[in-house]
């Protein structure tokens, strides 16, 4: 582990995602967004509900890194994609193969260490 300072509001959810119980934010109007927010960046509102995370998303993008930055140096290459969760999008490393996973795919988000520093990140999880 790193000795980065401890961001309450992300490693709270990061938490919450490691255990199974990963949450987003979600205001009157139907936004999502993630944590830490203190008002929806969609409309503003304050009302933000902490809402259960989809157990599964789908991947909206994603491309291989074959050359990382430094902090990611020894996890390349790795496939990076963005997901939609219901009303949010995550972004994480996928596990699996480069060239194995496509827009569409189903996925289960979790938490996992860079290879490079061992900070926790997001990772996602073939379905
Ligand atoms: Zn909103």
Redo the contacts with the bound molecule.
């Keep these: 582990m790193s000795d980065r300072v401890r961001d309450d509001g992300y490693d709270d959810a990061i938490d919450a995602l490691a255990a199974g119980e990963g949450y987003y934010l979600?205001?009157?109007?139907?936004?999502g967004?993630l944590p830490p927010r203190h008002a929806?960046?969609?409309?503003?509102?304050r009302e933000l509900t902490e809402t259960a995370l989809p157990e599964t998303g789908t991947i909206d993008s994603c491309s291989t890194l074959h050359v990382a930055t430094p902090a990611f140096a020894d996890d390349a290459p790795y496939v990076l994609a963005v997901a939609s969760f219901g009303a949010v999008r995550l972004t994480g490393q996928v596990r699996a193969e480069p060239g194995t996973v496509e827009i569409g795919d189903e996925v289960a988000a979790t938490v996992g260490e860079s290879a490079t520093t061992g900070d926790r990140l997001v990772v996602f999880e073939l379905r």
Aim: net charge neutral; proline share 15%; aromatic share 0%.
């Design positions: 979600a205001c009157p109007n139907g936004h967004s929806c960046p969609h409309c503003g509102a």
